[in-house]
């Protein structure tokens, strides 16, 4: 493990931060990889809704840019957890293809965002655009295919938006 | 947890890398073989493994590929990935990649990620090749 110091969070206005885990014991890939965020904007509007975080050391590649493996990770949540919101599906969506196109790199206490675009959601599938920017620079593009299950599906996973936090911050 | 026969442990990791591993090695003489056993912190909600983890772990193994059949550093420009089946927490996750074809600039690289019992991922990648003079800087 690299032991460069923690950046702090400081996430900005409107972002929560995201409990995938409500109190399970062991917690899953979404928390283990760090803190994530989220920020619900107006209805059609580009911010409906937004994922955040800030690079951290521990997301990072051995030249120190923000690892491919951590943008593909948020990028799937988005396509996923994004998407899903906005097309109002309530479900695990399970993902079936994500393609990626990496266009530029981030840096340790970066602040990136992830926002979703609706493409299509039929019966059984959702398509959906991502991009990943820190400020207006886009860093990442991709776009994604989720399976939508039949009938109730599996849970959703439980993530929800820690609100109380940010009044005691 | 020993690792496969013949594969050694990556210790060089840092950061990302090293915060999900370990991720071992074992390199043949036309392939290099990367494998990987999740524990829960790699799951997702439903208690398979991330496809995010999945899919930095393929692309590493995709990565090397190209190091190993070029001899040039690599980073990635493309990845389009298919999910095809679960990976199962506990399971070793075995990932290689194949240089489908190159010229001076980018490479063409499928990936294939699976499991003990069937495949998880297949994956295509472009990688743009780094110039032979360039070493990539980094961190101790």
Redesign the interface.
């Known amino acids: 493990?690299?032991s460069?110091p923690l950046v702090q969070d400081r996430p900005p206005e409107g972002f929560h931060r995201i409990d995938?885990d409500r109190g399970r014991p062991?917690?899953?890939?979404?928390t283990?990889?760090g803190t994530l965020y989220a920020k619900r904007g107006e209805k059609g509007t580009r911010d409906e809704f937004v994922m955040g975080f800030r690079v951290q050391?521990?997301?990072?590649?051995?030249?120190?840019g923000l690892?491919?493996?951590?943008m593909?990770?948020?990028a799937?949540?988005v396509g996923a957890m994004g998407g899903g919101t906005l097309a109002g599906i309530r479900k695990?969506l399970?993902?079936?293809?994500?393609?990626?196109?990496?266009v530029a790199p981030a840096q340790v206490g970066d602040w990136v965002e992830g926002r979703p675009e609706l493409v299509r959601a039929t019966r059984s599938l959702l398509f959906t655009n991502i991009y990943l920017t820190v400020g207006e620079t886009k860093i990442l593009r991709a776009s994604s295919i989720c399976k939508i299950p039949s009938g109730d599906g599996?849970?959703?996973?439980?993530?929800r938006l820690v609100r109380e936090e940010a009044k005691a911050s | 947890m020993p690792p496969p026969p013949g594969f050694r442990q990556l210790t060089e990791s840092i950061g990302f890398a090293a915060a999900n591993g370990p991720w071992f090695e074992r390199i043949e003489k036309h392939r290099v073989i990367r494998a990987f056993k999740p524990g829960p912190q790699h799951a997702n909600a439903l208690g398979i493994v991330h496809g995010g983890m999945l899919a930095a772990f393929l692309d590493s193994a995709m990565g090397t590929a190209v190091w190993h059949a070029l001899e040039r550093r690599a980073v990635t420009l493309r990845l389009s990935l298919d999910y095809i089946g679960p990976g199962r927490v506990g399971d070793w996750l075995m990932a290689e990649g194949q240089v489908v074809g190159h010229d001076e600039h980018v490479a063409q690289v499928r990936g294939r990620l699976y499991g003990p019992r069937h495949d998880v991922l297949a994956g295509l990648g472009v990688f743009s090749l780094l110039s032979r003079r360039r070493t990539i800087k980094t961190r101790s």
């Open positions: 493990m690299s460069a995938f062991d917690p899953t890939f979404n283990h990889i050391p521990s997301m990072c590649n051995p030249a120190g690892h491919g493996g951590m593909m990770t948020v799937d949540l695990f399970p993902t079936v293809n994500m393609t990626f196109d990496f599996l849970d959703y996973g439980k993530a």
